[in-house]
T-cell receptor
Framework: QQQVKQSPQSLIVQKGGISIINCAYE??????FPWYQQFPGKGPALLIA?????SEKKEGRFTISFNKSAKQFSLHIMDSQPGDSATYFC????????????FGTGTLLAVQP | EAGVAQSPRYKIIEKRQSVAFWCNPI?????LYWYQQILGQGPKLLIQ????????DSQLPKDRFSAERLKGVDSTLKIQPAKLEDSAVYLC????????????FGQGTRLTVV
């Protein structure tokens, strides 16, 4: 119940295309869903996050879509650029006493020029 | 503002040896986390501190791993003795408080156990 399942494992997109990464969870107590971006040799950096009271959040080219009933959320990267090539992790936490982040397994995105 | 600092960046040790990692969080951040990231996987929380108290260490292998944050600022994570399966990147992160959900990560320490 503490797992966050992420797919696909890897993704190749042409420059200018749309990248879509999906995550699913089981624990209905989760109330915070961030996406992290990680470049090789660097730590993860927060990209965008959403709470379950909204169905969509957009920041620039990055959009999170959230489906509470299906317990799924996804990251859409519009107009993908080679500089977006990185590993993306979804995560979830339930705030509460510890606010522990449970991470997905990651998606390696390659944007071809 | 300065980010989360970790050292060393890389460490290679033989199995059964001991190793220690150091982390200095962002100034003023009360919550400090140690994560283990095995190649090809997402980070897994090992231990979480709120100031100098442990909030969650449920996934810390306590027979070989230990961590401390004595003055509520910097922290050390120790492995003794190391096993081959401990090869991973150890990430330190901090957040303003445990209720402030954005966690800032350091660059990590890549540990190779041979």
């Amino acid at each position: 119940q503490q797992q966050v399942k992420q797919s696909p494992q890897s993704l190749i997109v042409q420059k200018g295309g749309i990248s879509i990464i999906n995550c699913a969870y089981e624990n209905t107590a989760f109330d915070y869903f961030p996406w992290y971006q990680q470049f090789p040799g660097k730590g993860p950096a927060l990209l965008i996050a959403i709470r379950p009271d909204v169905s969509e959040k957009k920041e620039g080219r990055f959009t999170i879509s959230f489906n509470k009933s299906a317990k799924q959320f996804s990251l859409h990267i519009m107009d993908s650029q080679p500089g977006d090539s990185a590993t993306y992790f979804c995560a979830a936490s339930n705030g509460g006493a510890t606010n522990k982040l449970i991470f997905g397994t990651g998606t390696l995105l390659a944007v071809q020029p | 503002e300065a980010g989360v600092a970790q050292s060393p960046r890389y460490k290679i040790i033989e199995k059964r040896q001991s190793v220690a990692f150091w982390c200095n969080p962002i100034s003023g951040h009360a919550t400090l986390y140690w994560y283990q990231q095995i190649l090809g996987q997402g980070p897994k929380l090992l231990i979480q501190f709120q100031n100098n108290g442990v909030v969650d260490d449920s996934q810390l292998p306590k027979d070989r791993f230990s961590a401390e944050r004595l003055k509520g600022v910097d922290s050390t994570l120790k492995i003794q003795p190391a096993k081959l399966e401990d090869s991973a990147v150890y990430l330190c992160a901090s957040s303003l408080t445990f209720r402030n959900t954005e966690a800032f990560f350091g660059q990590g320490t890549r540990l190779t156990v041979v």
